[in-house]
């Protein structure tokens, strides 16, 4: 039986039919015996729609405000994808970043997690539980929530992962893995089967919308193993690590 962390993006938790399919998927990864810590984004658009209505109250929205704000995005998928595993028959509970135990400094919007107390997620997995948690967010060390910049759910599985020794990192999106080439621009890229965190991030920092890069050092720093792979069919996906 392995731990599994599994993120899953916007585009792909977009409508209630891709929460419906993220659940399923979910849900067979359970059957098939590991324990799931499943991170979230928002749905589809949220944060940026989020944005925009902070920016029409004001040109400078307050930053503890703005953190309020958007992490209720991932409060919403969290709770709708948890429902949707429950009416598949499955135990599943959320949690938002400061339920999760994930401690932030105290930089609102782009928030770095200082550590994580990972006690209820534990209690939780420990009862059989699917745990749900909401990504891109913390608490700050003066206890108020923060949000860790832009695409920060990627951070928070990753160091998840880590801080529950998982046996993988797995990321469901709208790409279906990691490609020689941007598929978009070169149409006979090809898609790599493994790939070194190097290149990963060589690409990340490139700003190929694949990863976060700070998820991709962190991984690489404590030798987590990464899966990218489509949230829409079940293709072979890419695996990242050392080789
Ligand atoms: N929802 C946040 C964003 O759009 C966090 C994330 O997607 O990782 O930036
Ligand atoms: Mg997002």
Redesign the pocket.
């Known amino acids: 039986m392995a731990l599994i962390v599994q993120k899953y993006?916007?585009s792909s938790l977009a409508t209630i039919e891709c929460i419906q399919a993220v659940a399923r998927r979910i849900s067979q990864t359970k059957k098939e015996g590991n324990d799931l810590v499943v991170v979230v984004?928002?749905m589809g658009k949220t944060?940026d729609d989020l944005l925009k209505l902070a920016t029409e109250i004001t040109p400078h929205p307050h930053k503890r405000e703005l953190d309020m704000l958007l992490s209720s995005?991932?409060r919403v998928s969290m709770s709708l994808l948890s429902m949707a595993l429950h009416h598949l028959g499955q135990c599943s509970i959320s949690f938002t970043g400061s339920q999760s135990g994930i401690v932030t400094d105290t930089s609102h919007t782009e928030a770095k997690i200082l550590e994580i107390r990972a006690t209820r997620i534990k209690e939780e997995l420990a009862r059989g539980k699917i745990v749900i948690v909401a990504?891109?967010q913390g608490v700050s060390i003066e206890k108020e929530v923060t949000t860790l910049g832009?695409?920060?759910?990627?951070i928070t599985a990753v160091a998840l992962a880590v801080e529950l020794k998982a046996d993988q990192c797995e990321f469901y999106k709208d790409v279906d893995g990691v490609y020689t080439q941007d598929p978009k621009q070169y149409p006979h890229a090809q898609k790599m089967k493994t790939c070194r965190y190097e290149a990963v991030l060589e690409m990340a920092e490139q700003g190929a919308k694949l990863l976060h890069a700070d998820a991709v050092r962190f991984a690489q720093k404590h030798a987590l193993p990464l899966y990218i792979a489509s949230s829409f069919d079940d293709s072979l996906g890419t695996y990242i690590g050392n080789s």
Do not use: M
Request: charge should be negative; avoid cysteine; glycine fraction near 42%.
């Open positions: 993006g916007g984004s928002a944060t995005g991932e990504g891109f832009r695409g920060g759910s990627d």
